[in-house]
Each structure stands twice: as structure tokens, then as C-alpha cells.
């Protein structure tokens, strides 16, 4: 068991390599890309906004209530903000496009191998890597850049109304706490995390899709394979770059 789970995971780490080296090969699959990338924008972009406003305003709450039992209400605003851009964001971001987009590219892949088309390609000689997994990765990788911008300035804006609104805050207190406490680099950290993510997203989606074992049903197995071993990965991988994170860059007026 042991054996071949790391077998597995060697396999995983070589089709990733095999994809970062097929990025820079000619000819590139632009308009591949282009579909998938607006396939997954269209998937994605309205779940991760409906998902982002209760996890704003669920931050804001807590982090509220704390600062008053601490009597620091002023940092109230500052604290949120940080705690949305920099976990909550990249978080919502890789789960919806591992759990929307990720199932959908192992479906795909995983039919196009049991119908072997993938075979197919490769006797004509054509790398089914280069022509059909090194676009949905870059599209993975673009869509959760893009998309975390978006899950960011929401989950801000439902902090801001809870926290004005429901806890009687007041907006320059919070805009000034935000100020005190945020810094360039939490955007920085933020967008980076969305974009190993989606890149670690479309990587597993696509080994699994590559894949599958036993027919049409080993497809349905893969897909849910796919979305639990990303989350796992994810969660291991976001709790890394914190921990680096934390240790390089100082806390702003520390």
C-alpha cells in the first residue's frame, strides 16, 4: 500500500514536471485555453461571490465580538480584512475551482481516456499533455488569480457591512484599522497561494483524469479521487506558505 501510494505520488510530481516544461513548447493550444479558461470563469465566478459574502461577514463577526471582549474595537477592521485576503480568499478561491472546475477536467480527460482518444493522439504522435492538460492547468492557474481578486473585495465589502451595520461600527474606524494593519504583501502572498493552488488543482485533476481504472465507473471514482486529494493538498500546501510567510515578512509596525 505504501509502495504504491508513492508511486502514485511519484507519477503525480512528474506529470507536473512534464506540464512546466510544456508550457514553453511550440505550438501552444491558445484557443484550448481560451475555452477552458472561460469555462471555468463561468463555473466559478458566481459560487465563489455568494460563497465569499456569509464567509466575510462570519470573520467579521467573530473577530468583532473578540475585539470588543479585548476592548480593541479600532483594529476590528484591520483584523478581518487580513484574515479574508490573506486565508479566506485563496481558500474559497481553490476549493470551488478544485471542487467546480478540477471535476469537470477529470471527467473530461477521464472520457476521453476510457474512450481512448488519448491513444489515439499519441500513435499521430501529438502529447496529450501539451494539447490538452497544459491549457486547463493555465487556465486553472489563471481563473483562481483572477477569481481571488474578486472573493477578496467581496468578503471585504461583507465585513464592512456587518461590522458597520450589524456591530456599530463606525467606516473610518475600520478603513483606519485596515490601514494600520494591512500591508503590499498580503496582497502579494494572497494571490501567489491562488496561484500555486490552481496550478496544484489542475495537476491532480488532470493525473486523475489520465488515469482512471474500471470504465465509466473508475471515472466517477477518479473525479471524487481528484477533489479529495486536492483539498488535502491544498490545506497542507496554504499552511506551509503561512508558516513561511509569517517567519519572512514582519507584521506591519513590528
Do not use: H
Request: proline share 5%; with cysteine.
Amino acid at each position: 500500500m505504501i509502495t504504491g501510494a508513492l508511486r502514485q505520488t511519484g507519477r503525480l510530481f512528474a506529470l507536473a514536471a512534464e506540464v512546466s516544461r510544456a508550457v514553453f513548447r511550440r505550438p501552444f493550444q491558445f484557443r484550448e485555453f481560451v475555452e477552458q479558461f472561460w469555462f471555468l470563469a463561468s463555473v466559478t465566478i458566481l459560487p465563489a461571490a455568494l460563497v465569499s459574502i456569509p464567509f466575510g461577514a462570519v470573520i467579521a463577526l467573530q473577530v468583532g465580538s473578540l475585539t470588543q471582549q479585548l476592548g480593541a474595537q479600532s483594529f476590528t477592521g484591520g483584523a478581518s480584512v487580513l484574515a479574508v485576503v490573506q486565508q479566506a480568499s485563496p481558500l474559497i478561491v481553490a476549493l470551488l475551482i478544485a471542487g467546480a472546475g478540477g471535476s469537470a477536467i477529470c471527467a473530461d480527460l477521464g472520457s476521453r481516456k476510457i474512450r481512448e482518444e488519448l491513444d489515439a493522439m499519441e500513435v499521430m504522435g501529438v502529447s496529450p499533455v501539451q494539447r490538452l492538460v497544459v491549457p486547463r492547468v493555465l487556465a486553472a492557474m489563471g481563473v483562481a488569480v483572477l477569481l481571488n481578486g474578486l472573493v477578496s473585495v467581496v468578503g471585504i465589502l461583507g465585513g464592512y457591512f456587518f461590522n458597520v451595520v450589524m456591530q456599530g461600527g463606525t467606516p473610518g474606524a475600520y478603513l483606519s484599522s485596515f490601514s494600520a494593519l494591512a500591508q503590499l504583501p498580503d496582497l502579494y502572498i494572497s494571490e501567489l497561494k491562488a496561484l500555486i493552488f490552481g496550478f496544484i488543482a489542475g495537476i491532480v485533476a488532470s493525473y486523475r483524469g489520465l488515469n482512471p481504472r474500471g470504465g465509466p465507473k473508475g471515472v466517477g471514482d477518479a473525479v471524487n479521487q481528484s477533489v479529495v486529494i486536492t483539498f488535502l493538498l491544498l490545506f497542507f500546501v496554504n499552511m506551509v506558505m503561512t508558516a513561511v510567510y509569517l517567519q519572512i515578512v514582519p507584521p506591519k509596525g513590528g
